[in-house]
């Protein structure tokens, strides 16, 4: 069982930057491969970038260069660094905990063009 709560969403200029955090808690077991997806309007769930216990890291093409995914395993937090953010990148950002299926609520990034 885990609990996931992001949180750093908004709105931001095309160009700009956003991080966004995601605290878990429950079972550790249930943290050792974290991952963040996004969800535009009429498009699927699709993963963005993923974080092993490790450290070592995933991402999707798309992002590669822009977004940097890390972890505090002390804290049991997960972040999501987004730099040169465009209007593709606007969606409902979700985080995942891949080894027990846990979701958090969602925080919504809308980036202006």
């Known amino acids: 069982q885990v609990q996931l709560a992001e949180s750093g969403g908004g709105l931001v200029q095309a160009g700009g930057s956003m991080r966004l955090s995601c605290a878990a808690a429950g079972d550790a077991d249930c943290l050792s491969t974290m991952a963040w997806y996004r969800q535009a309007p009429g498009k699927e769930r699709a993963l963005v970038a993923a974080i092993h216990s490790g450290g070592s890291t995933y991402y999707t093409h798309s992002v590669t260069g822009r977004f940097t995914i890390s972890r505090d395993n002390a804290k049991s937090t997960v972040y999501l660094q987004m730099n040169s953010l465009n209007p593709e990148d606007t969606a409902v950002y979700y985080c995942?905990?891949?080894?027990?299926?846990?979701w958090g609520q969602g925080t919504q990034v809308t980036v202006s063009s």
């Open positions: 995942h905990a891949e080894a027990c299926a846990g």
